[in-house]
């Protein structure tokens, strides 16, 4: 059964700073990997996904790894903004169709 | 990638009641999912709907407490029968996009608090 865990499970720096999320999975059989934020009471905004046969994805600020041998991917947040502030999932899809999320991270940005 | 309008955004009910959400995605889909998200929670999947068959329930989840319906390739609904405080969650609905590079897009969410 596929479980996927998410460090740190919060997270709290000065704005400008560079930060990793990290995201691991135990089985490697994925089809693909998903990270999206949530805003506190609100729906999923996709970020970045990641296909299986891929190491790396980017978009502005975010830059996404994975490294599905050992089980693992990270977010990359580039230079943090109070706008940033949010929990951040990962998630994985394996030969279903269903997606299985991490436990998040909640991330706050202070100026 | 789809655009999905849920509704409602946020309710209030009372226990024993029940409570109907909608899910429009503005691209016919062959499968929506539903997922809950309980306080402090990741999101847990609740039932996969395919239109014109009944939807499939995950381990936990049973059709008389979650039904759902999927009229048409474009619009589903999931019923929250008899609430009970446990009840209180976030639901969201979602669909995977068509495509290499498209994953999967949620709706805004249904913020339910049984009272």
């Known amino acids: 059964k596929q479980e996927v865990t998410q460090i740190p499970a919060a997270l709290s720096v000065p704005e400008g700073e560079n930060l990793v999320l990290n995201c691991s999975f135990t089985d490697s059989a994925i089809y693909n990997l998903q990270w999206f934020r949530q805003d506190p009471g609100k729906g999923l905004t996709s970020l970045l996904l990641?296909?299986?046969?891929?190491r790396e994805q980017t978009s502005g600020r975010l830059n996404a790894s994975l490294d599905k041998s050992s089980g693992r991917s990270t977010l990359y947040i580039a230079a943090s903004q109070p706008g940033d502030s949010a929990t951040y999932l990962c998630?994985?899809?394996?030969?279903?169709?269903?997606?299985?999320f991490g436990t998040g991270t909640r991330l706050q940005v202070f100026p | 990638s789809a655009v999905i309008s849920q509704k409602p955004s946020r309710d209030i009910c009372q226990r024993g009641t029940s409570l109907t959400i909608q899910c429009q995605v503005d691209s016919q889909v062959t499968m929506m999912f539903w997922y809950r998200q309980q306080p402090g929670q990741s999101l847990t999947l609740i039932a996969t709907a395919n239109q014109g068959s009944e939807a499939t329930y995950e381990s936990g989840f049973v059709i008389d407490k979650f039904p759902i319906s999927r009229p048409n390739l474009t619009f589903s609904t999931l019923t929250v029968s008899n609430m009970s405080p446990e009840d209180s969650s976030i639901y969201l609905c979602s669909v995977e996009g068509t495509g290499f590079n498209y994953g999967y897009t949620f709706g805004s969410g249904t913020r339910l608090t049984v009272v």
């Open positions: 990641i296909q299986s046969s891929q």
């Open positions: 998630a994985v899809r394996g030969n279903t169709d269903k997606l299985i």
